[in-house]
C-alpha cells in the first residue's frame, strides 16, 4: 500500500490558480494510477482528475477539464493539480488517491489508499 500526503490547499480569489503537491511514500508508486477527488461540504466525494503510471493518458471531470492539469514526477513520488482559472464552486476539500490498477480508472471504488486532504476555498 502507498501513504499519501497532500499540501499546497488554501484561499484564492476567483479567477486565480493554485498548485497541489500529493507526496506518496510506499512501494511501486510508478506502478499505481492516480488520481484527484474533491468534497464540498454537504456533497459526496466527487472525480476530479486521473492519470496513468506513464502520464500518457489523462481523464477529468466535465466540471474541470480545460482548467485544471494533473501530471505525476515517479522519481519524485509526487502527482501535482494546477488548478487555474478558479471559481467559488471549487472550493472542497481535495483528496489525492491511489487506484492499484492496470488502466486508468475514475471509479472510487478502485481508489484503495487515500490521503487526509487539503481545503481549497475560492472566495468570489
Known amino acids: 500500500q502507498v501513504q499519501l500526503v497532500e499540501s499546497g490547499g488554501g484561499l484564492v480569489q476567483a479567477g486565480g490558480s493554485l498548485r497541489l503537491s500529493c507526496a506518496a511514500s510506499g512501494r511501486a508508486f510508478s506502478s499505481y494510477v492516480m488520481g484527484w477527488f474533491r468534497q464540498a461540504p454537504g456533497k459526496e466525494r466527487e472525480f476530479v482528475a486521473a492519470?496513468?503510471?506513464?502520464?500518457?493518458?489523462?481523464y477529468y471531470s466535465d466540471s474541470v477539464k480545460g482548467r485544471f492539469t494533473i501530471s505525476r514526477n515517479n522519481a519524485a513520488n509526487t502527482v501535482y493539480l494546477q488548478m487555474n482559472r478558479l471559481k467559488p464552486e471549487d472550493t472542497a476539500v481535495y483528496y489525492c488517491a491511489a487506484a492499484a490498477v492496470l488502466i486508468i480508472t475514475t471509479d472510487i471504488n478502485d481508489f484503495r489508499s487515500w490521503g487526509q486532504g487539503t481545503q481549497v476555498t475560492v472566495s468570489s
Open positions: 492519470i496513468n503510471w506513464s502520464a500518457a493518458n489523462t
